[in-house]
């Protein structure tokens, strides 16, 4: 799906001062583009992701999904928060179809369909475990079966593999690819990592320290499918990253200075 994000600013008033968190930004997501975000902490990212979900308003601007403005919850989003959202006194099983109890599916039909996601993120045969029982990687392949289960136009990921090993991370960047590919959805990815948003984006947005706002874009001309193991080697890979990096490294410089 489409995202249209035009003049889009965020003030937040805490304790009587206002705090700017993004200057007003312009950006258009075609649908089925997997667009990566990176920036210093603070600059206003998971807010941005925020006002797309719609569960923050704007103080400027208008963001627009499938041409039709977000106001209030906007459920044609899958999101998957920076602190996921699995429930640890719930089974695996129970978990994934959660999305789909509140949308009022009748039983069989959501059995049916955890069966079909969990085979699809590898977890065929964990219906009954408990999240305590999984793996890191494990635990993040449930937060996105969540989010896929009801099959949203578009995914939001605030930094959802930040946590994991640099091994496990690969896995899971090649298996989001994949289903990505596989399904043509559109993906708003964030993260610190800027290895991680070559690898997988076919264009990445640098935003500036807070209040953020769009200091570089960069297309990644790098074919898919993309092997996260193997990406890294092209010389493509280093040139853009090198870019990234040059926009990137003042911002966080800055940062660190105050
Ligand atoms: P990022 O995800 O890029 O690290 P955030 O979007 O979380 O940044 O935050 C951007 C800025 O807005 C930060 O300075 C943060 O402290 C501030 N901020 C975020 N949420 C709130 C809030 N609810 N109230 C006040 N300030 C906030
Ligand atoms: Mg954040």
């Known amino acids: 799906m489409t995202i249209t994000i035009t003049a889009a600013e965020k003030r937040y008033v805490s304790r009587g001062r206002e705090i700017r968190a993004l200057q007003p930004v312009d950006l258009e997501i075609p649908a089925g583009e997997f667009i990566a975000f990176v920036?210093?902490?603070?600059?206003?990212?998971?807010?941005?992701?925020?006002?797309i979900a719609g569960i923050l308003p704007l103080s400027g601007g208008e963001i627009r999904h499938d041409g039709v403005p977000v106001k209030g919850i906007n459920r044609a989003v899958g999101y998957m928060t920076q602190v996921d959202s699995?429930?640890?006194?719930?089974?695996?099983?129970?978990?994934?179809?959660l999305p789909l109890r509140f949308r009022g599916v009748a039983a069989a039909a959501r059995r049916d369909r955890v069966a079909a996601m969990l085979a699809k993120v590898n977890l065929?045969?964990?219906?009954?475990?408990?999240?305590?029982?999984?793996s890191g990687g494990m635990r993040k392949r449930v937060a996105l079966a969540q989010v896929l289960i009801y099959d949203p136009g578009?995914?939001?990921m605030d930094e959802p593999f930040g946590a994991l090993d640099a091994q496990l991370k690969l896995m899971m960047q090649a298996e989001l690819l994949h289903i990505w590919q596989a399904t043509g959805?559109?993906?708003v990815f964030v993260t610190h990592d800027l290895g991680e948003a070559v690898t997988?984006?076919?264009?990445?947005?640098?935003?500036?320290?807070?209040?953020?706002r769009i200091k570089a874009v960069e297309n990644v001309r790098l074919p898919y499918p993309r092997d996260p193991f193997k990406v890294?080697?092209?010389?493509?890979?280093?040139?853009?990253?090198?870019?990234?990096w040059e926009a990137l490294a003042p911002e966080i410089a800055k940062g660190e200075a105050i």
Request: a positive charge; charged letters at 20%.
């Open 39 to 51: 920036g210093p902490s603070g600059c206003g990212k998971s807010t941005l992701l925020n006002m």
């Open 86 to 97: 699995v429930l640890p006194w719930r089974t695996i099983q129970e978990n994934v179809e």
């Open 124 to 134: 065929t045969g964990f219906e009954n475990s408990f999240p305590v029982e999984l």
């Open 154 to 156: 578009t995914l939001l």
């Open 185 to 187: 959805k559109t993906v």
């Open 200 to 212: 997988l984006a076919s264009r990445v947005i640098v935003f500036s320290g807070r209040p953020g």
């Open 232 to 244: 890294r080697f092209m010389p493509e890979f280093e040139t853009i990253y090198g870019r990234l």
